[in-house]
C-alpha cells in the first residue's frame, strides 16, 4: 500500500513540476496562450501559491484579457486570508485597461489596508514599487512608520527618490541611515554609486559633497572623512582624498596606516605621482612598525626610478645600501633583499651580487612561501643572466611545493617562458597546456598568448628560425636591451614578410617602441596589425593598445573611445573587454560602478 501512494505522489509530483516548468518557458517565449492553459491548471491546484496567481494575471494582462484578469483578482480578494497586495494588482488591471480612477480606488483601499494593520506597509509598499507606482510605495511606507513608529523603511524610501530624481532627499535619507547604524557603509555605497561619476563638476557629486560637508559641521565623525574620501577617490582626486585620510589616521591616533598605503598604491597606479611620492613620504615619516615604514621607503625608491638617470642611481643605490645596513637579513624585511637584487639586475646590469643576496636569503628561516617569493625573484635574475638551466630547477621547485597555489602557476609559466627563451619550445609548450585553466586569467590568457605564438609559428615554419629570432627579441627586452630587441624585431619585420610571427612581432614592438616614447611609431605598428590581421587573435590586443595610447599619452579621447568600442562590439571574449567597457564608459562620460 505504501509503495502505490508513493508512486501516486511521485506521478503528481512530476506531473506537477512539468506543469511549472512548461508554464514558466511558454510565458518567457512570449507563448502566452499556452502559458495560461499551464498557469489556470496551476493556480486551480495550488491556489495559495501566489507566484501561479501572478503568472496567471500576467498572462492574462499580456493577452489584453483584462476582465479575465479582474475576475480571477477579485475572486481571490474574497478569499478568508487574502493579502491586500491584491488590491494594487487589481488597480494596476484597471490602469491597463485605461481606467486610472478605478485604479486610484483600488490603490487607496490598499492603503487603508496599512491602517488596519501597519505591518502590511512593506508588503505594500514593495508592490507599489514593483509596478513604478513611486509616490504610492512612499505613501504606504511613511504611513506604516507613522502609525508604528518601531518601523523603519528609510532603506526603501531613499531608494525610491533616487529613482524619482530627488537625489539630495536620497543622499539624506542614506547618510541618516549610516549615521544611525541601520545599515552598513558599503551598502549605502553601492546604491550611492549609481548617481556618481569621475567628474567633479557633476552636479549629483557636487551635491554629495555639500551633503557630507553639511554632516561633517553638524556631527563631526570619521565617517564623514571617510566618505569624502571615497568621493576623491572617484573623482582621481588623490590629493583631496589624502588630506581626508591623513585627518582619520590623527583621529584614530595613528592606530593603522592600512588606508593610507592603499592610496597612494592607487594614486601611483593612476600615475598621481606627487601625490604618490606625498603619501608615501607621509607614511615613511609616521609609520610605527618596521615593515609600514620599509614598504613606504621603497615605494619613494619606485617613484625615483620611473625617470631616474646615472647620478640618480647611484644615489638610489646608497640608499638601498642604508637600507640593508639598517634591516639587515630577516625574513620579515625580504622585500627590501628582494628589490635590492631586481634594482642591481635590471637597473644596474650586475647580476651577480643580487644573486648572493637572495641565496643568503634562502639561508633564513622562511615557510614554503617565503621561499617560493624568494625563489622567483631568484630566478628571474638567472634568466636576465641566461643561467637558464640553474633558473628552472627554482621554478620547477616552486611549482612542486606549491602546486595548487598562484605562487606555483607562476612558477609554471616562468619553467615555460624560460624554456621559451632558450629554444626548447616543446617543454614550453607541454607546461603551457597546463596554465590554460589557471585560476588566475592573467597567467591564463598569457599561457594561452604564448602557447598560439609557439604553436602557429610552428607549423609554419618547421625550421622554427622566426620563432627563435622571437625569442632572442623577447630576451633582449626582458633583459632592458630595447634597443637591441627593437631591431631584432625589425629583421622579423623585412625578411619574415607575409609569415604568421608578423602581427606578434608589430605588437611586441610596438609596445617597446611606446616605452620608448615614440608614439607615433609605435601607433603605426598596432594600426597595421588592425587593418592587416583584424581577424587574428592579436587584433584584439592592438585595439586596446591603441585605445590605451590615444587615452593616455595622445590625449585624442574620440580615438581612443573608437577602438574600445571595437573591443565592446567586435571581441566580446577578449581578455580587454571589461576594461574596455570601464574606460568607454568613462571617457563618454558615464558614473562607473
Known amino acids: 500500500m505504501r509503495l502505490s501512494l508513493l508512486f501516486i505522489f511521485l506521478v503528481f509530483f512530476t506531473a506537477g513540476a512539468q506543469e511549472d516548468f ?16 499551464y498557469y489556470e491548471k496551476l493556480a486551480a491546484k495550488n491556489p495559495r501559491r501566489t507566484d501561479y496567481s501572478e503568472g496567471l494575471v500576467a498572462s492574462y494582462q499580456q493577452l489584453k484579457r483584462y476582465d479575465d484578469a479582474e475576475k480571477f483578482l477579485l475572486n481571490k480578494v474574497e478569499e478568508l486570508h487574502a493579502y491586500p497586495t491584491l488590491l494594487i494588482d487589481l488597480g494596476h488591471n484597471h490602469t491597463l485597461k485605461g481606467e486610472p480612477k478605478k485604479a486610484e480606488e483600488y490603490y487607496e483601499a490598499a492603503l487603508a489596508k496599512i491602517g488596519e494593520n501597519p505591518n502590511f506597509g512593506y508588503g505594500i509598499g514593495y508592490r507599489f ?10 505613501r504606504a511606507y511613511s504611513m506604516a512608520m507613522e502609525l508604528n513608529p518601531r518601523l523603519d523603511y528609510n532603506y526603501q524610501m531613499a531608494r525610491i527618490y533616487g529613482e524619482q530624481g530627488n537625489i539630495e532627499k536620497m543622499y539624506v535619507s542614506y547618510l541618516k541611515l549610516l549615521s544611525e547604524g541601520k545599515t552598513s557603509k558599503a551598502s549605502i555605497l553601492r546604491n550611492i554609486d549609481d548617481f556618481i561619476s569621475s567628474d567633479p563638476e557633476s552636479p549629483n557629486n557636487i551635491l554629495l559633497k555639500k551633503t557630507l560637508l553639511q554632516n561633517a559641521q553638524k556631527n563631526p565623525s570619521i565617517l564623514w572623512n571617510e566618505l569624502l574620501s571615497w568621493l576623491f577617490v572617484q573623482q582621481k582626486q588623490y590629493s583631496s582624498a589624502f588630506r581626508q585620510e591623513k585627518a582619520i589616521y590623527k583621529r584614530m591616533n595613528g592606530s593603522s596606516m592600512q588606508r593610507l598605503e592603499g592610496l597612494g598604491n592607487l594614486a601611483l597606479e593612476e600615475e598621481d605621482i606627487e601625490t604618490a611620492e606625498e603619501i608615501f613620504s607621509y607614511i615613511s615619516e609616521n609609520a610605527n612598525d618596521e615593515g609600514t615604514e620599509l614598504n613606504a621607503r621603497l615605494n619613494l625608491i619606485d617613484i625615483k626610478l620611473l625617470n631616474a638617470d646615472t647620478k640618480s642611481l647611484d644615489a638610489i643605490e646608497r640608499e638601498f645600501e642604508e637600507l640593508m645596513g639598517v634591516h639587515g637579513y630577516k625574513t620579515q624585511t625580504l622585500q627590501l633583499q628582494v628589490a635590492y637584487a631586481n634594482f642591481l639586475t635590471f637597473k644596474r646590469d650586475r647580476p651577480e651580487p643580487a644573486i648572493t643576496i637572495l641565496k643568503n636569503c634562502l639561508d633564513l628561516p622562511l615557510n614554503s612561501r617565503g621561499k617560493a617569493f624568494v ?21 620547477s621547485q616552486i611549482q612542486k611545493e606549491l602546486k595548487n597555489d598562484v605562487l606555483g602557476q607562476n612558477a609554471r609559466f616562468k619553467v615555460a617562458q624560460t624554456s621559451f627563451y632558450k629554444g626548447d619550445f616543446d617543454w614550453a609548450l607541454t607546461q603551457l597546456k597546463v596554465l590554460r585553466s589557471s585560476t588566475s586569467q592573467l597567467i591564463a590568457n598569457d599561457a594561452m598568448q604564448l602557447s598560439l605564438l ?15 629570432k622571437y625569442a632572442r627579441a623577447d630576451l633582449l627586452a626582458y633583459q632592458n636591451k630595447t634597443k637591441e630587441a627593437i631591431a631584432e624585431l625589425d629583421d622579423i619585420l623585412q625578411n619574415h614578410k607575409g609569415e604568421k610571427i608578423e602581427d606578434e612581432a608589430l605588437l611586441k614592438q610596438g609596445e617597446l617602441l611606446e616605452g620608448q616614447n615614440d608614439y607615433s611609431a609605435a601607433e603605426f605598428n598596432y594600426l597595421k596589425i588592425t587593418e592587416f590581421y583584424a581577424d587574428g587573435i592579436l587584433a584584439d590586443d592592438a585595439h586596446f593598445a591603441l585605445a590605451e ?24 571574449d577578449s581578455y580587454y573587454f571589461p576594461l574596455a567597457r570601464k574606460n568607454f564608459r568613462r571617457l563618454r562620460g558615464d558614473a562607473i560602478n
Open 22 to 37: 512548461l508554464a514558466k518557458q511558454y510565458f518567457n517565449d512570449g507563448d502566452f496562450e499556452k502559458a495560461v492553459f
Open 129 to 138: 514599487h514593483e509596478y513604478t507606482l513611486l509616490d504610492w510605495a512612499l
Open 375 to 395: 625563489k622567483l625573484a631568484l630566478g628571474d635574475i638567472l634568466v636576465f643572466d641566461k643561467r637558464f638551466n640553474e633558473a628552472l630547477i627554482y621554478f
Open 454 to 468: 609557439i604553436s602557429d609559428n610552428s607549423l609554419e615554419d618547421s625550421t622554427q628560425t622566426a620563432l627563435r
Open 549 to 572: 595610447l590615444y587615452r593616455n599619452k595622445l590625449d585624442q579621447p574620440e580615438k581612443a573611445k573608437a577602438h574600445y568600442e571595437k573591443i565592446i562590439y567586435n571581441y566580446q
